[in-house]
């Protein structure tokens, strides 16, 4: 399949861009602004926000099928500028929708865990949504957006964790960065979450897009746990102090976006429809620490690195 992805420098994107070439699948990809000159696959930048841009990117990449990972993901850059927002989280999803409606292409749309308020947790896919911030908000109109214009594509509610190109997006990349120095870090006792390696919901991801399946699903973790029982076990499995890891409430951390609680998602739909459970988010952590020990983290980031800077290298190492 000729899969286009966009947000391909982003945390999921480029963790799904791997996995769907390790597949066998041909990728294209689509970036901000990034350029990823190693990519062992074609890559453009666009702003997708701009209509002529995205016009130009899809006749570039004429995609058999979509996975739109790209976003404005930060919360707090969220509610400093709702109108990017609204552009990027809501507008663009339903114009790639649109686009992919009219051509018959499929196309799944990544949403978020943080639709719902976070008040009762266990959230099925039937239970009425409530954003809290300006991120969440706009993620919904996504959503709807998306459905609307393209009965036919998969919007997954998703929650993650993985190595990223920079090696510093991910919450468990930020505990990784501090205990390996022996630094101590706060984890939240009263936030839950039920997170899946990047690499685990990519492959679902493209499970669901082979499978045909349409609507909204919630891919997460069929088991979730605190930030703070999160940060420990990854600890332990890489053999740092988890005494590091100071319990904490998130009323404490003076953040700019409101959080909810408990984003304790069901993922038994998803389950039920692909036929298998789940991985979990123990099951990520250990694969998690297989990649960093592997050369993964490496082999990802080489993807920032042109080879003809990497021949100049070695040319001058010699
Ligand atoms: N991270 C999480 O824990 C989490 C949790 C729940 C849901 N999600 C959802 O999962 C998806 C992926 O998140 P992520 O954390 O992987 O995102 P990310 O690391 O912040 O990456 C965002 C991607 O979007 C691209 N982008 C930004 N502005 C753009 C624009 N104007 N036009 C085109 N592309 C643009 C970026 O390109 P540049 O690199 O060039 O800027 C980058 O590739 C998002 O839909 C997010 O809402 C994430």
Same mark, same amino acid.
């Given at each position: 399949m000729n899969l286009l992805i966009t947000g391909v420098s982003g945390l999921l994107g480029a963790n799904l861009a791997w996995e769907a070439l390790r597949a066998g699948h041909a990728v294209r990809g689509l970036t901000g602004h990034r350029d990823l000159p190693g990519a062992p696959f074609p890559v453009r930048a666009a702003d997708l926000t701009d209509p002529a841009a995205l016009d130009a990117a899809w006749a570039w990449a004429r995609p058999d099928a979509v996975i739109h990972t790209a976003a404005l993901a930060d919360l707090d850059a969220c509610e400093r500028d709702p109108d990017q927002a609204h552009r990027l989280n809501a507008w663009v999803p339903g114009a790639i929708a649109r686009r992919a409606a009219q051509e018959g292409v499929p196309l799944v749309h990544i949403s978020t865990d943080?639709?719902?308020? !976070?008040?009762? !947790?266990?959230?099925?896919?039937d239970d009425p949504p409530n954003p809290l911030s300006v991120y969440a908000r706009t993620k919904l109109e996504g959503e709807r957006a998306v459905l609307d214009a393209h009965p036919q594509a998969v919007v997954a509610r998703v929650n993650f964790f993985g190595w990223s190109l920079s090696g510093t997006r991910s919450l468990a990349e930020w505990f990784f960065n501090n205990l390996r120095f022996g630094q101590t870090v706060r984890g939240f006792t009263d936030v839950f979450f039920c997170p899946l390696l990047a690499n685990h919901l990519a492959r679902l991801l493209l499970e669901m897009l082979e499978r045909g399946l349409h609507g909204l699903y919630h891919?997460?973790?069929p088991r979730c746990l605190s930030k703070y029982a999160f940060g420990v076990a990854l600890a332990e499995q890489f053999g740092y102090d988890p005494g590091l890891i100071r319990p904490a409430s998130v009323d404490e951390a003076g953040l700019t976006a409101p959080r909810a609680r408990r984003l304790t998602l069901r993922s038994d739909k998803l389950a039920h429809a692909l036929g298998h459970p789940l991985p979990d988010w123990q099951a990520g952590i250990v694969e998690f620490h297989r990649q960093y020990t592997t050369g993964y983290t490496e082999a990802l980031r080489s993807w920032l690195i042109s080879p003809l800077e990497d021949a100049r290298y070695d040319y001058c190492a010699i």
């Open positions: 943080a639709v719902f308020d !976070g008040q009762r !947790g266990d959230y099925t896919e891919a997460t973790s």
